[in-house]
C-alpha cells in the first residue's frame, strides 16, 4: 500500500497537477525579431557584400576610409561590421584581416544569428587566408634558408676544385 502511495504522489509531481495552488497566468511578451525584418537585413548584407567583392582597389580603400571614419565617431555595431566586411576584401592586407578579425569578434554578438552564421563566412575566410599566408611566411623562410646554405656548400666545393686544381 505504502508502496502504491508513493508511485502515485511521484506520478502526480511528475505531471505537475500535485500543486496545492494554481500559478497565476503570465502574458507572453510578443517577440522582437520577425522573419521578414530578419530576412530584409540579412539581403542588406548579402548586397553589400556582392558590392565589396566586385569592387576595385580604389572603391575598397574609399570604403575602408569612410567606415573607419564613422566608426571612429560613433561606435555601432552595423557600422563596425561594415568596416570588417570591407576590410575582408580579396585584396586586403594581412594587418587588414586580422584587424576584421578582431571586428568580428568584438561585434557578432549584437546581432541576429542569421547574421553571425553569414559573418562566420567571412571570418573562415579570413582565417583560412592568414593560415595560408602564415605557412607561405614559414616556406619563404625555410626556402631562404636552404637557399643560403646551398650557396654555402657552393662556395665549399668551389675552393675544394680551386685547391684540386692547384695541385
Not at 63 to 70: P, S, T
Not at 77 to 94: G, Y
Not at 116 to 121: L, N, S
Request: hydrophobic share 35%; glycine share 2%; proline share 4%.
Amino acid at each position: 500500500m505504502n508502496r502504491a502511495l508513493y508511485c502515485g504522489v511521484l506520478a502526480l509531481m511528475l505531471t505537475g497537477c500535485s500543486l496545492p495552488f494554481s500559478l497565476p497566468y503570465q502574458q507572453q511578451a510578443d517577440p522582437i525579431w520577425s522573419p521578414a525584418s530578419d530576412n530584409q537585413e540579412l539581403n542588406d548584407w548579402l548586397q553589400l557584400s556582392a558590392d565589396m567583392m566586385h569592387s576595385s582597389e580604389a572603391e575598397r580603400q574609399q570604403q575602408v576610409q569612410k567606415w573607419q571614419q564613422m566608426s571612429a565617431n560613433s561606435e555601432s555595431a552595423n557600422k563596425e561590421l561594415k568596416l570588417a566586411l570591407w576590410l575582408s576584401h580579396p585584396r586586403a592586407s594581412i594587418s587588414q584581416r586580422q584587424q576584421a578579425q578582431q571586428l568580428f569578434k568584438q561585434h557578432l554578438p549584437a546581432v541576429n544569428t542569421r547574421v553571425q552564421q553569414f559573418f562566420g563566412a567571412y571570418q573562415g575566410y579570413n582565417q583560412e587566408l592568414l593560415n595560408q599566408q602564415r605557412q607561405l611566411a614559414e616556406r619563404q623562410q625555410q626556402v631562404d634558408t636552404l637557399t643560403r646554405k646551398l650557396k654555402e656548400l657552393a662556395s665549399i666545393d668551389e675552393q675544394i676544385n680551386e685547391r684540386k686544381f692547384r695541385e
